[in-house]
């Protein structure tokens, strides 16, 4: 066989080589990335957790109160720029137009700021979203805890002097009248998109 035909059939196989192991090494990731799925956050596991915290009214809250109704949960602060005040403005948008419909549904905002939101000013905070919706806080180490049971990250940010922001979670949450995860809403996500899902969730509760 010629020097050249030998060489020629070498290369294909290097590059048939390299096409195959690339190919196996794709479907493990893939396999890889969907058992993490499957063992880590779930409906079953997800959300759950202990904590001891403070509704606006300044009785106390904790997991159970996610069970008997379906509901919503926003994860955000009171000195926000623009994530949260969107959020609760969407939220409200969203209860105003299903109207009956989310008569059974609650809606929950967390204080990711503990050491500047007291009930009071989250009270003041939720009530643009209405009546349905109630304000959280407790303090850091609490706060921590349901932020880590719902997967839900969030950092101080120093600004200037003594001024800081947080970074945080932006979706809203899901959860049926079990208080189980049913998934979320994503940031500015689109409004029939979020109806939709909204409904889905009332119609499974």
Not at 143 to 172: F, N, R
């Amino acid at each position: 066989m010629a020097l050249h035909t030998i060489r020629t059939w070498l290369w294909i196989a290097v590059i048939a080589l390299a096409v195959t192991v690339g190919a196996a090494a794709l479907l493990l990731r893939q396999q890889g990335t969907t058992a993490v799925a499957s063992t880590s956050t779930g409906p079953s596991t997800f959300g759950k957790g202990s904590y001891e915290l403070v509704d606006h009214r300044g009785a106390p809250v904790d997991e159970t109160m996610f069970i008997g109704q379906p509901s919503v949960l926003f994860f955000g602060f009171t000195h926000c720029p623009e994530v949260c005040p969107t959020t609760m403005a969407e939220m409200a948008s969203w209860f105003e137009t299903l109207g009956p419909e989310a008569q059974d549904l609650r809606a929950y905002f967390v204080t990711v700021d503990p050491e500047r939101d007291t009930p009071e000013i989250v009270g003041e905070y939720a009530s643009w979203a209405g009546e349905q919706m109630t304000g959280v806080t407790g303090t850091p180490e609490e706060i921590a805890k349901i932020a880590k049971a719902w997967g839900v990250y969030y950092e101080k940010v120093p600004l200037e002097g003594d001024d800081y922001t947080m970074d945080h979670t932006a979706s809203v949450y899901l959860i049926d009248a079990e208080g189980e995860f049913q998934g979320t809403v994503a940031y500015r996500e689109d409004k029939d998109t979020a109806l939709g899902k909204l409904r889905n969730l009332l119609a499974k509760s």
